[in-house]
């Protein structure tokens, strides 16, 4: 079944404390990106890849960090997490569009997290 | 920049009632529009997009939109509403070009379906 899967689906922390949100795809896609959800404000981008070893920032990457060393995986890292991180955070995926044409983005699960 | 912009933050239909849900997007070229679907404590499913030619688009789950260049707008609607659509509504826009797969949400529409 092709599908994003991100781990773990819930997770309380506290500042300071460095985490790890995973996210790994099936699909052979080569686009990823990571998305926070706040209530009123919609989903805003945070980072997002073209390819392996290739990220770049979206709309609010302050206080994150993410890799891309195998074209299935891209972790969201928080270095020092601060309670202004408390979100949903989703990951998607999707192909590289041909030129001029966005492509659908497939959504993961979604990860709720609570740093207190 | 590009924007989206969901004017109404929440809505209640009745079951069986029409339902149009509103977007509105800002964009200097051709967009490419796009309106997800949230049920509590899911992910996004996509509804339908629009890339080009008809600017009616047909969706799944009996949804569609219309494209409308001259109102900048691409509503989302569904002649009866059924009490399994309660969710979240997201329209979104996406630039193509280089832009690849950068997404620009709106706030979102709470639908509360009355039995």
């Known amino acids: 079944e092709a599908q994003v899967t991100q781990n773990p689906r819930y997770l309380i922390t506290v500042t300071g404390k460095k985490l790890t949100v995973t996210c790994s795809q099936n699909?052979?896609?080569?686009?990823m990106s990571w998305y926070r959800q706040d209530p009123g404000l919609g989903l805003r981008q945070i980072y997002y890849?073209?390819?392996?070893?290739?990220?770049d920032k979206g709309d609010v990457p302050e206080g994150y960090k993410v890799s891309r060393k195998e074209k299935r995986n891209f972790p969201l890292i928080l270095e020092s997490p601060s309670p202004n991180q408390t979100s949903l955070y989703f990951c998607a995926s999707s192909l590289i569009p041909l030129a001029g044409v966005t492509d659908t983005q497939y959504f993961g699960p979604g990860t709720r997290l609570t740093v207190l | 920049a590009q924007s989206v912009t969901q004017p109404d933050i929440h809505i209640t239909v009745s079951e069986g009632a029409s339902l149009e849900l509103r977007c509105n997007y800002s964009?200097?070229?051709?967009?490419?529009l796009f309106w997800y679907v949230q049920s509590p404590g899911q992910g996004l499913q996509l509804l339908l997009k629009y890339f080009s030619g008809d600017t009616l688009v047909q969706g799944i789950k009996g949804f569609e939109a219309e494209f409308k260049r001259s109102q900048s707008s691409f509503n989302l609607r569904k002649p009866s509403v059924h009490w399994s659509d309660a969710a979240e509504y997201f329209c979104a826009v996406g630039p193509g070009g280089t832009s690849y797969g950068k997404l620009t949400f709106g706030q979102g529409t709470i639908l509360t379906v009355h039995p």
């Open positions: 964009y200097g070229a051709t967009p490419y």
């Open positions: 699909m052979n896609h080569e686009y």
């Open positions: 890849s073209m390819n392996v070893e290739v990220t």
